[in-house]
């Protein structure tokens, strides 16, 4: 497969925070809501600098069988990695001396999955990201707005012997590599996740992997674009 999935993003899903998007990517939903905090963790008071992190979570009912809710406190090593990396693909490309003393955090609750989820995190994320940074930055010029460039991510792999874009469930568990790609919509890198499933791979192969990566971005940022309309501050 050589396209996306079906993308459908519905902005200001919720009332109760500033960015709030339902993304859907094929069978794949995630709410994503975006918190804006006039206040920094204790660690960071006084430095006039801000914060963005972000929190994963997968609903119980988001796959069959049910996944057992999480215990506070008691959060997995898969659910800690995935914050990790959604925290830090939205830090890549802010600036967070001009955030001022402020948090923001993306929270990412995956209603269904089927594949993909913390790349749909990202992407989705990124959207109400942007929207709750706009209620205070707005106006700002270009100088002044705290996020650089735009954030994607897709996900890549081998499946039967063919490289293949945005993988569902059926065929992520089929993929001989698999690969999470997050960049910016100007092309830059900023994670890469690529592992062989009981396989290798070469030079070619993830050469091909990465354009394909490439062409992804490129569409999904061309999505998130013509979503966030008046709001796209990005060359």
């Known amino acids: 497969m050589q ?7 519905q902005r ?17 939903v995630v709410l994503c809501t975006a918190s804006l905090e006039d206040r920094v ?7 006039g600098k801000g914060w963005i992190t972000a929190e994963y979570n997968m609903l119980p009912g988001s796959t069959s069988p049910r996944k057992s809710r999480e215990r506070s406190g008691k959060v997995d090593g898969r659910t ?4 990790r ?7 890549a490309v802010a600036d967070l001396s001009k955030l001022g003393e402020r948090s923001l955090t993306i929270d990412c609750d995956v209603l269904q999955a089927d594949g993909g989820t913390r790349t749909a995190a990202i992407t989705g994320g990124f959207i109400a990201l942007v929207d709750a940074v706009n209620t205070v ?10 996020l650089r460039a735009s954030v994607a991510a897709i996900s890549v792999g081998i499946v039967d012997g063919a490289p293949t874009l945005d993988l569902d469930y059926a065929r992520d568990v089929k993929a001989d590599v698999d690969m999470n790609v997050v960049m910016t919509g100007g092309g830059r890198f900023i994670e890469l996740q690529g592992t062989g499933e009981e396989a290798t791979f070469d030079d070619a192969e993830l050469a091909s992997l990465i354009q394909l990566a490439k062409q992804g ?7 998130q674009k013509e979503t966030l309309g008046a709001g796209w501050k990005f060359s």
């Open 85 to 91: 990396l959604i925290g830090r693909s939205f830090r």
């Open 12 to 28: 200001h899903f919720t009332k109760t925070t500033p960015g709030s998007v339902l993304y859907r990517c094929g069978d794949t």
């Open 217 to 223: 971005i490129r569409d999904l940022t061309q999505i």
């Open 80 to 83: 800690t990695e995935i914050q």
């Open 41 to 47: 963790p204790d660690w960071m008071v006084g430095r």
């Open 137 to 146: 930055f707005q106006d700002a010029t270009s100088d002044a707005y705290p």
């Open 3 to 9: 396209s996306l999935r079906p993308v459908s993003i």
